[in-house]
T-cell receptor, first 115, second 113 residues
Framework: NAGVMQNPRHLVRRRGQEARLRCSPV?????VYWYRQLPEEGLKFMVY????????ESGMPKERFSAEFPKEGPSILRIQQVVRGDSAAYFC?????????????FGPGTRLTVL | GNSVTQMEGPVTLSEEAFLTINCTYT??????LFWYVQYPGEGLQLLLK?????DKGSNKGFEATYRKETTSFHLEKGSVQVSDSAVYFC????????????FGKGITLSVRP
């Protein structure tokens, strides 16, 4: 009865490096959402994906950030050339198709620290 | 666009005290409303939800009623416990299926023995 899995739980990168965050949704869920939580703030929506498709990326910065959810394997949030301002907790959530009331199930998060 | 406003924190209470955490929202259409709880170092867990006006969500002694006339979804508990210490987030979803969530800033609750 695995929930949403995220790894790594903690990630440290130096400025200019790449960060790759992985998310495995609840088994059977085909919808994945990524959110970012900055210190002392609530979660902010970044991107919504279904298998192999980006549905809504309105919350994702245009530069350096990308996301994918391939047919096989986990969803990946990729941050290129990280900067200190990228330090945050990144949460993934999943939901089943036809989720009329939009209940989402969250993973434990990846805490990214940029030195 | 949609927005959620939570009361300023943090909140510190003694065990068995009554809890109210205010939440108001701005949205078009008919959003679903949620309270999520985040324990230290963990992800968010759904605490309760309400999907239409006048619905009352409840779980673990917590309650919240969807008030469309006041656009509010205040969280209440009659008697808090030390184990309730956590960060509480109010959230809403856009109308329509599989929509993103919009969160309030969250409020930290500390309950002392």
């Amino acid at each position: 009865n695995a929930g949403v899995m995220q790894n790594p739980r903690h990630l440290v990168r130096r400025r200019g490096q790449e960060a790759r965050l992985r998310c495995s949704p609840v088994k059977g869920h085909s919808h994945v959402y990524w959110y970012r939580q900055l210190p002392e703030e609530g979660l902010k929506f970044m991107v919504y994906l279904q298998k192999e498709n980006i549905i809504d990326e309105s919350g994702m910065p245009k530069e350096r950030f990308s996301a994918e959810f391939p047919k096989e394997g986990p969803s990946i949030l990729r941050i290129q050339q990280v900067v200190r301002g990228d330090s945050a907790a990144y949460f993934c959530a999943s939901s089943p198709g036809g989720n009329q009331y939009n209940e989402q199930f969250f993973g434990p998060g990846t805490r990214l620290t940029v030195l | 666009g949609n927005s959620v406003t939570q009361m300023e924190g943090p909140v510190t209470l003694s065990e068995e005290a009554f809890l109210t955490i205010n939440c108001t929202y701005t949205a078009t259409g008919y959003p679903s409303l949620f309270w999520y709880v985040q324990y230290p170092g963990e992800g968010l867990q759904l605490l309760l939800k309400a999907t239409k006006a006048d619905d009352k969500g409840s779980n673990k002694g917590f309650e919240a009623t969807y008030r469309k006339e006041t656009t509010s979804f205040h969280l209440e508990k009659g008697s808090v416990q030390v184990s309730d210490s956590a960060v509480y987030f109010c959230a809403l979803s856009d109308s329509g299926a599989n929509s993103k969530l919009t969160f309030g800033k969250g409020i930290t609750l500390s309950v002392r023995p």
